[in-house]
């Protein structure tokens, strides 16, 4: 009973110096609390707009006819294009969108409305800036919806048609709807963010944990993780006090980033708390263990921000969420498979955007706590590592300390015998 009580005594005092740590340390307190704060706020506002409006447009029309102006008008008059300038040819258009004034050029044929008068296929040509997608797909799918309503129209009026039904039938013979499942708004915001919020969690978790190792490491006089003291004799002691701290504080990042964040900005949420709870707390664990295996593993408190920081996009990229997870070589999968942050994204997305429930990521779910079993075997035998360091240095130090404090004496009594051993009479006589 008595030893029970000591490792309950050790694990909150071990809790405690963690705990005293997150808010003594600036380092560690702005990647625990302000970093989770502020950054989902930024980022929900940059994308709350969800998609872009009124991408500038540069038009060249050397038709100059009453189809080409109503084709300009049309796509003017959509919500994502605005017609900006008019170019009197493609040279000039082309100047403007190197001078980024404009993303897109709508180029139309000076034949564009002869070839319609006899009955041949028009085209219009449609020049757009790739270095941003989503302005690429407001310019290309403006002009492809506006001619597809333009060839509608031609085809309806051409046909000969008795009824207002059999040119609804001629012009769209098979009728579908297009309803975008989830992702109504067809939004980037709802896309994106809501594994940027789970990588967040990561990042900052990590990032944490090992600032907060290195300033142990410099408090350290013998430069190891493991203070010497009494209370950090036991690997599962050390462990549990300070994984308890980082769940606390990160059970109510998490629960601020996974439920407030969403709601503030109105991205779509349709998780219920219950399969949250039972997701966060084995991606939280994975998290946790798997920053402490990582801080053990560098030397200095500036290298895991130059290394957590390096690989956040690679990450992004390998959880398959601005990647089709499919297009993915073996390789990286297996290794996107070592970061918490690939089931725990793919998980949350599923039931977060999709509906789905706990049941449904049940293989992302069983992956998370391998991963957290994994990383609390590693992080035990490295922390043990750490310990019989921490002792071993020890004891070197203090044989150190007594080799040195005999020779100290050594050195003393010599020269105290040399003293007396003077060639002078005791009374002063010669």
Not at 48 to 73: A, C, G, W, Y
Not at 202 to 209: F, H, K, R
Not at 329 to 354: E, K
Request: one cysteine or more.
């Amino acid at each position: 009973m008595k030893n029970k009580l000591n490792v309950i005594e050790d694990c909150c005092y071990i809790w405690a110096q963690e705990m005293k740590q997150v808010f003594r340390d600036e380092g560690v307190l702005i990647f625990f609390v302000i970093v989770p704060l502020v950054y989902p706020l930024l980022y929900s506002w940059i994308y709350n707009n969800e998609v872009v409006r009124d991408v500038p447009v540069v038009v060249v029309d050397q038709s100059r006819s009453e189809l080409s102006r109503k084709f300009i008008s049309m796509c003017d008059a959509s919500p994502d294009v605005r017609i900006r300038y008019h170019a009197s040819d493609l040279d000039e258009a082309r100047m403007l969108v190197s001078r980024q004034v404009v993303k897109g050029i709508y180029f139309i044929p000076s034949d564009f409305d002869t070839r319609l008068a006899r009955m041949e296929q028009a085209t219009i040509s449609v020049y757009c800036d790739m270095s941003l997608m989503l302005a690429y797909k407001a310019v290309f799918q403006t002009a492809q919806a506006v001619s597809m309503k333009m060839g509608s129209a031609i085809t309806t009026r051409l046909g000969g048609h008795y009824t207002k039904r059999e040119e609804q039938i001629s012009a769209r013979p098979l009728d579908f709807d297009d309803v975008p499942i989830f992702n109504p708004a067809g939004g980037y915001g709802t896309f994106i963010l809501p594994g940027v919020l789970i990588l967040i969690l990561q990042q900052t978790l990590v990032l944490g944990i090992g600032l907060s190792a290195g300033t142990a490491r410099e408090n350290n006089r013998f430069g190891n993780l493991i203070p010497i003291s009494r209370h950090y004799q036991g690997i599962m002691r050390i462990l549990t006090g300070k994984a308890l701290c980082y769940f606390m504080v990160y059970a109510v990042m998490g629960a601020y980033l996974t439920l407030v964040v969403p709601r503030l900005f109105n991205f779509l949420h349709l998780v219920s708390w219950q399969d949250l709870l039972m997701l966060m707390i084995p991606y939280l664990l994975a998290c946790i263990f798997f920053g402490m295996v990582v801080s053990c593993l560098v030397r200095y408190r500036e290298n895991v921000m130059l290394l957590m920081v390096f690989v956040s996009v690679p990450l992004l990229f390998l959880s398959g969420l601005s990647w089709p997870q499919s297009s993915i070589p073996r390789f990286w999968q297996g290794v996107s498979w070592l970061f918490p942050s690939t089931f725990g994204v793919r998980a949350f997305i599923r039931m977060n955007n999709m509906g789905a429930t706990l049941s449904d990521v049940v293989t992302e779910y069983r992956a998370l706590w391998v991963l957290a079993g994994f990383y609390f075997c590693l992080a035990s035998a490295v922390y043990r590592y750490q310990m019989l360091k921490s002792r071993r240095d020890a004891r070197e130090a203090i044989e150190m300390m007594g080799r040195k404090e005999k020779v100290r004496q050594r050195i003393h009594s010599i020269g105290y015998r040399k003293s007396d051993s003077s060639p002078w009479p005791a009374d002063g006589s010669k």
